[in-house]
């Protein structure tokens, strides 16, 4: 059973940066498609990027593509999405997701495992 728990979200202003981790345990990584979903207020879950298994590579939505950068690192089974010129419409819940042996998913719904979220802010 793979756990995942968020960290690195908080309030920042416009144009700003932050970098999210998610850290697993009971799996690696590795063997995991790695995914990053966020909720606004009001609105539904949406897919925000993705680092497949193997040498699948990375997807990302395209309100974040040149922004955002998703990566994992093995060593420490954990998997980072760096946040680079936030807008206040990249405010919510993002969430942390994993699938075993999978690839570039964007639908939330494949992910077997789900971490337990964390706020990200963007202040005008």
């Known amino acids: 059973q793979v756990q995942l728990v968020e960290s690195g979200g908080g309030l920042v202003q416009a144009g700003g940066s932050l970098m999210l981790s998610c850290a697993a345990s009971g799996g690696l990584i590795s063997m995991y498609a790695m995914g990053w979903f966020r909720q606004a207020p009001g609105k539904e879950r949406e897919f925000v990027a993705v680092?497949?298994?193997?040498?699948?590579?990375?997807d990302y939505a395209d309100s974040v593509k040149g922004r955002f950068t998703i990566s994992r690192d093995n060593a420490k089974n954990t998997v980072h999405l760096q946040m680079n010129s936030l807008k206040p419409e990249d405010t919510a819940v993002y969430y942390c997701?994993?699938?075993?042996?999978?690839?570039?998913?964007?639908?939330?719904?494949?992910?077997?495992?789900w971490g337990q979220g964390a706020q990200v802010t963007v202040s005008a």
């Open positions: 997701a994993a699938k075993s042996l999978g690839g570039l998913i964007r639908v939330g719904t494949m992910y077997g495992y």
């Open positions: 680092i497949g298994w193997g040498g699948a590579g990375t």
